[in-house]
């Protein structure tokens, strides 16, 4: 698979009624009620809801780590609900860059190595040298060969980030990535999510629950109780005017 190829299909995210939903003693459970949502290559999005609203359970369902009980998720033109599990890991390498609330680091690993990881999984054949210009992207050249307790939480982050970037992959998902974040570490880590967006077409979805972040975005998707409440386009807010 190729990802400058996955650019082309349009959109790279279809969700059409696309739901969660758990039977627990005998009762359903929906962790996401029902979804539908397109978004198109180089879109900044934000998705935000309160706590338990379904975020989480959203982005797992778009980045391939489960699949939908109720209407369809299709990613860069695959059907999640027809893919075998093969078809999901390659998806996974190859079409998503994800990042994890809470980083999911390599503790024996290095920085480098890490981020190394990331191209690794994707095939890069370069991933050693795609890796370290990652690193000097994210700020962290210089600190390449730090394991991640030797690296502030915020370092640790954009750790995080630039190996789901590595891969080069047209779709980006970061769940609460500010969360941990002191506001001035939160604010690079919007700047660079949004550079990623722009320069290279990529589609960046960030869930948060902090109104403030969301501003940023070029589109803010509201979610309640496991259903869109609004989806409207924004102006993006100067970082500099952002609080939290
Ligand atoms: N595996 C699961 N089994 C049962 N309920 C779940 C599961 N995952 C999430 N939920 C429930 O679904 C709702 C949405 O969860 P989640 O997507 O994690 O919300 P958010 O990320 O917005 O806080 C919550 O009420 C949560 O308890
Ligand atoms: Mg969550």
């Known amino acids: 698979m190729e990802s400058d190829t ?95 609330q809470t980083f999911n680091l390599f503790p024996g690993l290095t920085a480098l190595e890490n981020v190394r990881f990331g191209g690794d999984i994707a095939g890069r054949s370069d991933a050693a040298e795609a890796a370290m210009g990652v690193l000097g992207r994210v700020g962290l050249g210089d600190r390449a060969d730090h394991f991640p307790h030797e690296l502030s939480g915020g370092e640790q982050q954009r750790v995080a980030i630039a190996r789901a970037l590595v891969a080069g992959n047209p779709v980006v998902l970061a769940d609460e990535p500010t969360g941990e974040l002191d506001f001035q570490t939160g604010v690079q880590i919007l700047e660079l999510l949004h550079e990623v967006t722009h320069t290279a077409g990529t589609a960046v979805l960030i869930v948060t629950h902090n109104r403030e972040i969301a501003r940023v975005a070029d589109r803010i998707v509201e979610l309640s109780s496991g259903r869109i409440e609004s989806d409207r386009p924004n102006e993006p807010a100067d970082m500099a005017e952002l609080h939290w």
């Open 6 to 100: 996955a650019r082309t299909v349009d959109p790279l995210i279809d969700l059409r009624g696309a739901g969660r939903h758990y039977e627990i003693g005998g009762r359903t459970l929906k962790a996401l009620d029902e979804v539908s949502l397109t978004v198109s290559a180089g879109e900044f999005v934000v998705i935000l809801g309160p706590s338990g609203s379904g975020k989480t359970t959203l982005l797992n369902l778009i980045g391939a780590l489960d699949t939908p009980t109720v209407g369809s998720v299709v990613i860069a033109g695959e059907d999640l609900a027809e893919s075998s599990r093969a078809d999901l890991f390659a998806l996974r390498r190859h079409r998503i860059g994800f990042i994890f």
